[in-house]
């Protein structure tokens, strides 16, 4: 059932607005059962107690068409590898030992995971600059939830998450955004430094440190006590409008300046990989970006937006593994890759 | 936790075990630090320690919040400050107000806010959370009351008539 997964899109990758840029949009809220201690007190009995009375409250609150239940503690390693390759869940939502689960609709707009740091985080995904839609959304499910559910909650200190930093509003709004230019130009350090003036985070997605694997940063807020939740909207999302306009207009630079040599880039990291017969995950990243680039400015006009963003989660491990059926040695995986890569590109 | 704290090695020396865990926060990001009691010893600024009293010691020296504190755990879950302050991660939502005066300066440093400004949740199963809320503090205040803690017994009474204020305030929309 989950298998089935591979061969759909969650709906954000279809793309959306500024998203030459903007990958995704997400905002999450945490929360926790009134009257139960927090999951690092908690029995194991308090833990299954906790699942149960969040799984009644979610299955009865008709949230979504098709919404999928799955209990993570039950689950095969590797599919909760593609749950956290698709964003659905974190990787220490994926290795924790205790009763947990994730429930996600159809579209993959909307997640909850039950038991991750917190009893219950509701998440909404949207494709492109979305966070007005996707608080919308959000707001709406914690509204019903909320109808049955009794959350910890104190007039002074708001929504009582297991760790403070979240406590408050208990929401974080993050979008993930695609900056090669910026990072051609070595501005993401600008970047960086602009975002943590006004309390924000930005990071890699993948790798370490400022050095992100195909371009790819998230941009969050850190604060949530102090602020309304339109506060924190409006925070993150004017940083990323700012950082659209600079990465925007690098690329500009770049096709004015330098047009010969990029085209000459992205060509190359087209060809090769359309004709290697083994791929890396690194390597993979790297070269999609660069297509990715060419795509977002009108230079490969043969290649859709939507097509890259399907390799950027098929050509991960977990993805690839669930393709074949099997785990896969690193080599194999590498093989495979190169062969998904043509199927789509070639 | 507890797992990545057995068998880290002190990141001075990277050669002792490493027996004191702290969290401090830079930027609003946690940042554990792991040493040895050697390398701790010979951080500057810092009072010595002595195996009868290392617990003290250290709780001193982090920080002048967790002095204040001692060992004051939560009657609800069981956890230290102390406890609290290596995981970064409270044991219950109890928590928030047996913790609240340090809490206040470490809300600050990581939200610069101590009070929430946002959403109230509204909805038929809240009010029950408040009775609950209410329950608890009753309890706490009988505990204070036959320990003769009576400042702090005045001090839970004082939380009752908050929550049943602010309680009512919410009934009124």
């Known amino acids: 059932m989950l298998e089935g997964l591979k061969d759909k899109v969650g709906e954000w990758l279809r793309g959306g607005p500024d998203g030459d840029v903007v990958v995704s949009s997400r905002v999450r809220l945490a929360r926790n059962i009134a009257a139960f201690p927090f999951l690092s007190k908690a029995s194991r009995q308090q833990v299954a107690r906790v699942e149960e009375l969040v799984r009644n409250a979610v299955l009865s609150c008709n949230l979504c068409a098709d919404l999928t239940y799955c209990r993570l503690d039950q689950l095969d390693p590797l599919l909760r590898q593609l749950l956290v390759e698709r964003h659905l869940i974190g990787r220490d939502h994926a290795t924790s030992d205790w009763v947990r689960a994730v429930a996600f609709c159809a579209d993959e707009r909307l997640c909850l995971m039950v038991n991750e740091e ?28 909320a109808q049955v559910l009794p959350f910890a909650f104190s007039a002074r200190f708001g929504y009582l998450t297991a760790c403070p930093t979240n406590v408050g509003t208990g929401m974080r709004a993050s979008a993930m955004l695609h900056l090669p230019a910026l990072a051609m130009a070595r501005e993401i350090e600008k970047v960086i430094t602009m975002a943590h003036a006004r309390q924000l985070t930005v990071r890699g997605l993948y790798g370490e440190g400022t050095h992100a694997s195909g371009d790819l940063y998230q941009v969050s807020n850190h604060v949530s006590l102090g602020v309304t939740e339109q506060e924190v909207l409006q925070q993150v999302s004017g940083a990323v409008s700012e950082i659209v306009s600079l990465e925007r207009a690098e690329r500009q630079r770049l096709c004015d300046q330098h047009s010969g040599e990029l085209k000459g880039r992205i060509d190359l990291a087209l060809d090769l990989l359309v004709g290697a017969t083994a791929v890396s995950s690194e390597e993979a990243l790297h070269l999609l970006s660069q297509v990715r680039m060419g795509v977002e400015i009108n230079l490969t006009p043969q290649v859709r937006l939507e097509t890259l963003n399907k390799l950027l989660l098929l050509t991960l491990p977990a993805h690839l593994q ?7 040695e690193a080599v194999q995986r590498n093989e495979l890759r190169a062969v998904c890569i043509r199927e789509r590109l070639g | 936790m507890s797992e990545e704290q057995e068998e880290r090695m002190c990141q001075e020396c990277g050669q002792r075990e490493a027996t004191i865990h702290l969290t401090e926060f830079v930027d609003g990001q946690p940042v554990p630090s792991h040493l040895c009691e050697q390398c701790y010893s010979e951080k500057p600024g810092l009072p010595p320690l002595s195996s009868a009293k290392v617990l003290e010691q250290i709780v001193g020296a982090i920080a002048p919040e967790l002095q204040k504190l001692g060992g004051k755990q939560c009657p609800e879950c069981g956890i230290s400050y102390l406890e609290f302050r290596q995981g970064l991660r409270f044991g219950c939502p109890e928590d928030y107000e047996v913790f609240s005066e340090p809490l206040d300066d470490l809300l600050k ?64 929309g």
């Open chain 1, 118 to 145: 917190d009893h219950l985080r509701i998440q909404v995904l949207c494709g492109g600059l979305r966070f007005e839609d996707a608080w919308r959304e959000v707001n709406e499910v914690d509204d019903v939830l």
């Open chain 1, 322 to 328: 669930t393709m074949e059926g099997r785990r896969l």
């Open chain 2, 109 to 172: 440093r990581l939200h610069g806010s101590n009070r929430h400004t946002g959403k109230v949740p509204q909805g038929a199963a809240q009010q029950g959370s408040t009775s609950l809320r209410l329950a608890m503090l009753g309890r706490e205040m009988e505990r204070a009351v036959s320990r003769e803690d009576f400042e702090a017994a005045a001090r839970v009474r004082d939380e009752i008539k908050k929550l049943e204020r602010d309680d009512a305030r919410g009934a009124q």
